[in-house]
């Protein structure tokens, strides 16, 4: 069955090539690699019967899931991947059920915040003399089906400090308890002065864009001395 993969361009995510890897290609992005067209980035490949695994491979550094994939499952290691079912008469196979998420609440800290930690103030500064770490944390409710959730951190000149992702989701018991999920920058990890100034959090899940928010990160104490060495000014 020939199969048209497609991502789409967004300014959300600078996009300069795009692969397919799959298990249809060995996973080797040289074999699947996109064209932009009219704003899409698209790949086309005659697929067999069976089940294929596939991500998009962005700049030759992020992986991420096919937003338009109608079934994820994890492999053995718990990785999560878009899978795509062909039949044995070439027909796709598609799932029918409707998966929902809902944020509950987003914050911001210098450490990691526990659940059960409620009457903490989400900041917007933070110092690497002071702090060791920026971290986020999201509460998720009404989670059904599996997702993948993958946090991005870009320093001020907009260049990709890193990534990291998690697996969301729930035995759906109880959908309105709280799924909490953290994501951090140790300020070890950060090198030069250059990446001092406002940092840009962006979040996707399934390889859709949801949300940014912006913090600043300082890199020098934020008190100096003057005078006889008492008095304190802010920079």
């Known amino acids: 069955m020939l199969i048209r993969f497609e991502y789409k361009a967004t300014p959300y995510l600078p996009i300069k090539n795009i692969c397919v890897i799959g298990s249809f290609n060995g996973f080797q992005p040289e074999k699947g690699v996109m064209q932009k067209k009219n704003g899409a980035w698209v790949f086309d490949m005659l697929l067999p019967e069976g089940e294929h695994r596939y991500k998009f491979l962005i700049n030759y550094r992020i992986k991420l899931n096919d937003p338009n994939a109608n079934l994820y499952r994890p492999d053995e290691s718990g990785e999560l991947w878009s899978v795509i079912l062909i039949d044995d008469k070439g027909q796709r196979l598609y799932n029918n059920e409707q998966y929902k998420i809902t944020i509950e609440e987003y914050l911001l800290s210098g450490r990691i915040v526990e659940p059960e930690e409620t009457n903490v103030t989400s900041r917007k500064h933070f110092n690497r003399t002071l702090d060791k770490m920026v971290v986020a944390r999201f509460a998720f409710t009404e989670v059904t089906g599996i997702h993948e959730v ?84 802010r920079v």
């Open 150 to 233: 993958t946090a991005f951190w870009f320093e001020p000149n907009g260049s990709l400090h890193s990534y990291s992702q998690r697996n969301l989701f729930s035995d759906e018991k109880d959908l309105d308890e709280p799924i909490h999920l953290w994501f951090w920058v140790p300020f070890d990890k950060i090198k030069g002065d250059g990446s001092a100034g406002l940092w840009t959090l962006k979040l996707f899940i399934n390889g859709n864009y949801i949300m940014e928010d912006q913090m600043t990160i300082s890199r020098s104490f934020p008190y100096q001395g003057y005078g006889n060495g008492y008095g304190l000014k």
